[in-house]
């Protein structure tokens, strides 16, 4: 069965502190994962995802198939950064149209 | 600009009334999603659809049903609400491997 793991409910650091978003995995296959971000009063929105290995906001997630991990790192937090963060896996090409989300964790930037 | 509208923001609803929630994409997409948000739960999949009469169930499909008589427009219904279904309903469009985009959202309380 197909799980996404986001051990942190809350994490919260200072501006300017390095900040990473743990997220781990299980599934048998070979995986895409996403990043998705809702700020508030905003809807969710895609912040990034591993095919496309892009820095978005300053945000980076490398795939790390060994530890099946793809942690959301920013070196340097900004308060805009606060909000709701969720990890998200789909099958991969020719597999089910489901997004499977983790819990989430709220991430708050301290001035 | 990718629009995914929802017919309401917020709704009270009794024990045991129907209830339909209406979400309406401008681009065309084929698969549409239904979920729901809970503290903690993170993000549930309902059921989703990926062309017009066609719909497959989430992972939280009972006491739910759906329908997609049109492309643009998915609606969920609640044949017989109760107080366990009051949450944060969002539906999305898109793909799963590229992009959903997300509604506003229908916080949604049964009494």
């Known amino acids: 069965a197909q799980r996404v793991t986001q051990p942190e409910k809350l994490l919260s650091v200072f501006k300017g502190a390095p900040v990473e978003l743990k997220c781990n995995y299980s599934?048998?296959?070979?995986?895409?994962l996403f990043w998705y971000v809702q700020y508030s009063r905003q809807r969710l929105q895609l912040l990034l995802r591993?095919?496309s290995r892009e820095s978005i906001k300053g945000f980076t997630a490398d795939l790390n198939k060994g530890e099946t991990s793809f942690h959301l790192k920013k070196p340097f937090a900004q308060e805009e950064d606060s909000a709701m963060y969720y990890c998200?896996?789909?099958?991969?090409?020719?597999?089910?149209?489901?997004?499977?989300f983790g819990k989430g964790t709220k991430l708050t930037v301290n001035p | 600009d990718v629009k995914v509208t929802q017919s309401s923001r917020y709704l009270v609803k009794r024990t045991g009334e129907k209830v339909f929630l209406e979400c309406v994409q401008d681009?065309?997409?084929?698969?549409m999603f239904w979920y729901r948000q809970d503290p903690g739960l993170g993000l549930r999949l309902i059921y989703f659809?990926?062309?017009?009469?066609?719909?497959e169930k989430g992972d939280i499909p009972e006491g739910y049903s759906v329908s997609r008589e049109k492309k643009e427009r998915f609606s969920l219904i609640l044949e017989s609400a109760s107080t366990n279904q009051t949450s944060m309903y969002l539906c999305?469009?898109?793909?799963?491997?590229?992009?959903?985009?997300f509604g506003p959202g229908t916080r949604l309380t049964v009494t």
């Open positions: 599934y048998s296959g070979s995986p895409e």
């Open positions: 998200a896996l789909s099958p991969g090409p020719g597999g089910s149209e489901k997004l499977v």
């Open positions: 999305a469009s898109g793909t799963v491997r590229y992009e959903q985009y």
């Open positions: 681009m065309d997409h084929e698969n």
């Open positions: 659809s990926y062309d017009v009469k066609m719909k």
């Open positions: 591993h095919i």
